[in-house]
């Protein structure tokens, strides 16, 4: 009798922790996707005096380590730097005030920014802008619309062959559906 009661409680004592495992990872990691739209402004972002003005096309990444939507992009910017990169585009990273983490191996070659002036009104990340040659703003906004972001559906690659070929682009303001992190507060 003492056996068995210690079986069941054995079971009801596993079964209980199973369960916390599986709560505590579903709500730390699987969100559902959020079909609102977020409205990209680059109307007040800098680049900080040091990669101001006239110079290589410029990419700045910002990075929230603690938002499970990056893992959808890394791999793709991992692409993006081996990519551009030989062609002279610029990559850096801003991560999230206050936040700490550390990006991926495939992404070390990354500049870490210290601060970019209007970056504090974000509306969300993963976000990506980039600057011309001219030190212009040429976009801001998310890597892509949807919940996944990979070559075939980003925004990145055609602005960056426009840029690189010469062309100009002027997308500093976008409205995207996607999964996104708030990045202030």
């Not at 801001?140 to 840029?163: D, K, M, Q, T, W």
Request: proline fraction near 9%; hydrophobic fraction near 40%.
């Amino acid at each position: 009798m003492a056996k068995r009661l210690f079986t069941l409680l054995a079971l009801l004592l596993g079964a209980a922790a199973l369960w916390w495992a599986y709560d505590s990872f579903q709500s730390r990691y699987l969100r559902p996707f959020d079909n609102q739209a977020t409205l990209f402004d680059g109307n007040q972002l800098r680049l900080p005096p040091e990669l101001a003005g006239p110079g290589p096309i410029r990419v700045v990444h910002f990075w929230d380590p603690a938002c499970p939507c990056n893992v959808g992009n890394q791999q793709h910017l991992g692409e993006l730097v081996e990519r551009f990169a030989p062609l002279g585009v610029s990559f850096h990273v801003l991560q999230k005030p206050g936040s700490h983490g550390q990006l991926p191996a495939n992404l070390g070659a990354l500049k870490p920014l210290a601060n970019l002036p209007g970056s504090e009104q974000l509306p969300a990340s993963p976000a990506v802008a980039i600057w011309d040659r001219d030190g212009q703003l040429a976009y801001f906004g998310p890597y892509s619309e949807g919940a996944v972001c990979n070559a075939s559906n980003s925004f990145i690659e055609p602005i960056l062959r426009a840029l690189h070929e010469g062309r100009r682009v002027q997308a500093s303001n976008t409205l995207a559906v996607g999964c996104y992190c708030p990045w202030a507060g």
